[in-house]
Nanobody
Framework: QVQLVESGGGAVQPGGSLRLSCEASGFTFSNGGMFWYRQAPGKERELVASISSGGEFINYEDSVKGRFTISRDNVKNMLYLQMNNLKPADTAVYYC?????????WGQGTQVTVSS
């Protein structure tokens, strides 16, 4: 079955870095775009970054441009989010998302906490 498993979250100080990973299985990973979302307490889930099936097209939410980098490895079926210069406002649960058979599929999320 379709599975998305995020990892790499944790607690860091402002200015720190984290690399999130999303391991995909149960579908043809290289066929479709992939997405990173985040949800902070009391806020709606928001799209952070997206990447096309072959990695040619990438988009970022304005507040993370220049700090976050999305990438994928279609051989390993992995999605990544490199997060640098983290800010307290980046604190959230981060989710990866795929669209499989017309349905949005989500991982369980990984917590990122940025605090001094």
């Amino acid at each position: 079955q379709v599975q998305l498993v995020e990892s790499g979250g944790g607690a860091v100080q402002p200015g720190g870095s984290l690399r999130l990973s999303c391991e995909a299985s149960g579908f043809t990973f290289s066929n479709g775009g992939m997405f990173w979302y985040r949800q902070a307490p009391g806020k709606e889930r928001e799209l952070v970054a997206s990447i096309s099936s072959g990695g040619e097209f990438i988009n970022y939410e304005d507040s993370v441009k220049g700090r976050f980098t999305i990438s994928r490895d279609n051989v390993k079926n992995m999605l990544y989010l490199q997060m640098n210069n983290l800010k307290p406002a980046d604190t959230a649960v981060y989710y990866c998302r795929a669209t499989v058979g017309g349905q949005h599929r989500w991982g369980q999320g990984t917590q990122v906490t940025v605090s001094s």
